[in-house]
């Protein structure tokens, strides 16, 4: 992430030269780090929304609510708010900018098929994603990628308003065209093939965190081994899944059984289950 905001300082600065007004460049960042912190305040409402995700109260739903009670208790963090999701397909997701903010959700599907100890495991990881304010990491992510993107498509479009702008044009003005078309180029290159991977890659690494977290809050390292060794055997995508929010599900819910991929927002699922067994070897 550093060296990704490394590139984009370059790739700013690079502009201001090139064009004589570094100000655009600033102006873009701007506006995507002000559309960045309102997605980050909106997270929540729109995962719930595309979700379909369901309110519960402790009475709808006993079991789930008294396993998120105690972990948050365990943890010294306030009572998240919980949600079901109507489908068959076993996940779980968790939301927030902040533990006071924080929302979890777990499938119906996934209630059918884990015992308490794997629904604790799950919830755990969950609730790590909430403590390691995984959020506002996903965010920063996004506001970078989508930064480089939006500087790439304004770099092409100026070039080529000074390439067919009319007119008489010296050489200076050639000159800013080339610059501005190997701006577009580089930042296209780094939007569209770089961005995805090093998200995808931050993704992955907050997953292990997540599942140490949960590990630790537990106690019992194997709940959520065993989960993740169910969720490889009966995963499948959800009905109302969604790319842009795949991230925060536990198990990739648009194809859980690629997480091989170079672009995927899962680590594989053996490689999980053997860290938590290596974690639970130490207690």
């Known amino acids: 992430m550093f060296g990704f905001v490394a590139l984009l300082g370059g790739l700013a600065y690079w502009w201001g030269e090139a064009s004589g007004n570094g100000s655009n460049a600033i102006m873009i960042i701007g506006f995507v780090a002000v559309y960045a912190l309102f997605q980050y305040f909106v997270a929540s409402s729109l995962a719930i929304a595309m979700s379909g995700a369901v309110p519960i109260e402790k009475s709808d739903n006993p079991r789930l609510w008294r396993i998120v009670e105690n972990l948050s208790i365990t943890e010294g963090m306030p009572m998240p708010k919980v949600y079901v999701i109507p489908d068959e397909a076993p996940n779980a997701f968790a939301t927030g900018r902040d533990p006071k903010h924080a ?88 939007a569209w093939l770089i961005g995805p991977i090093v998200s995808a890659a931050v993704s992955r690494q907050r997953e292990y965190l997540a599942d140490a977290t949960g590990a630790h809050t537990t106690r019992y390292p194997e709940g959520l081994a065993s989960a993740l060794e169910k969720l490889g055997k009966y995963g499948r995508p959800m009905r109302r899944a969604s790319s842009s929010m795949a991230h925060m599900y536990i198990n990739d819910p648009v194809k859980p059984g690629l997480t091989e991929r170079l672009f995927s927002t899962h680590p594989p699922i053996p490689e999980r289950i053997a860290r938590l067994r290596a974690i639970g070897s130490k207690f």
Do not use: C, P, Q
């Not at 989508?146 to 000159?175: E, K, P, T, Y």
């Open 103 to 190: 929302v979890v959700a777990a499938t119906t599907g996934l209630l059918a098929i884990m015992d308490d100890k794997e629904l604790e495991g799950v919830m755990a990881h969950e609730l790590g994603h909430v403590k390691n304010y995984d959020i506002r990491v996903s965010t920063i992510v996004f506001g970078l990628v989508s930064a480089v993107g939006v500087l790439a498509d304004f770099a092409i479009r100026m070039a080529f308003f000074s390439n067919h702008g009319g007119g008489r044009r010296d050489s200076n003005d050639n000159g800013l065209g080339v610059a501005l078309i190997l701006i577009g180029v580089v930042a296209s290159i780094i």
